[in-house]
């Protein structure tokens, strides 16, 4: 009968191995790092949004800023610019196709190689 060796190492945790090589600085530098990169990315997200809003003509932005970022009604919204709800949704719903088209312009298949960049609506 072959009797087992004994292999403590091949039971240890790898964190407890990395604690033991890096100590808690390896392991707090790389959080840190990663925190900090999540927040650069984060800060070019909302910038990039901002933008893309900031990008759209006035009756698109109220709209969408009313619907999206306030929360208001499609009632609330047409009672508020003065316009009916039917033109609400339309505003809205051209409002976030060019948004999308401004942060996302390949979204439409824009992406195909030699192929120019077009916008997904022509308004």
């Not at 240890?12 to 990169?37: K, V």
């Not at 609330?76 to 039917?86: C, D, F, H, K, R």
């Not at 976030?96 to 192929?115: E, T, V, Y």
Request: hydrophobic residues 35%; proline residues 4%; glycine residues 6%.
């Amino acid at each position: 009968m072959k009797l087992k060796k004994a292999r403590p190492h091949l039971y240890e945790s790898i964190d407890d191995q990395q604690q033991n090589e890096e100590g808690d600085f390896g392991r707090g530098l790389c959080r840190l790092a990663a925190y900090t990169f999540r927040m650069l990315e984060q800060n070019e997200i909302r910038q990039a949004v901002q933008d893309a809003i900031n990008s759209l003509s006035p009756s698109y932005r109220e709209v969408l800023v009313l619907r999206d970022v306030q929360h208001l009604s499609i009632k609330e919204t047409s009672t508020v610019l003065g316009i009916s709800e039917p033109n609400v949704k339309t505003r809205l719903h051209r409002a976030r196709l060019l948004l999308r088209d401004g942060l996302a312009p390949g979204i439409d298949g824009c992406w195909i190689k030699g192929q120019p960049y077009r916008k997904a609506r022509a308004w």
